[in-house]
């Protein structure tokens, strides 16, 4: 069995397909902490944050792991940060 908490103390990014056992389509969620059997995830599918609260162990089938540069990883997210903000922003002006 893999240890995801291995990985994630060794600084790899983590990826899970948590939906690839069933007919339904793929779906992928991304680590960001792990601390005894809790993974915590994102998931812009769901509100739900526990892993294992929202999906089935069984139905996870396929994990990607990879490091990149933690500044570059960084300013990377900040950037599609604020383009989400201003996206929302333009959107609810425009409905208002």
Known sequence: MISLKKYFDEGYYLAIEVVGATRRSQHWVSLYN???NKILML???TLYVDMWDRY??????????????????????LL???????????????LL
């Open 56 to 77: 089935i162990g069984d139905n996870a089938t396929q994990l990607v792991y990879f490091k990149v540069n933690k500044q570059l990883a960084f300013l990377h997210f």
């Open 34 to 36: 792990i601390s005894g």
């Open 80 to 94: 599609f940060f604020l383009q989400e903000c201003k996206f929302s922003i333009d959107t609810l002006t425009k």
């Open 43 to 45: 998931a812009p599918a």
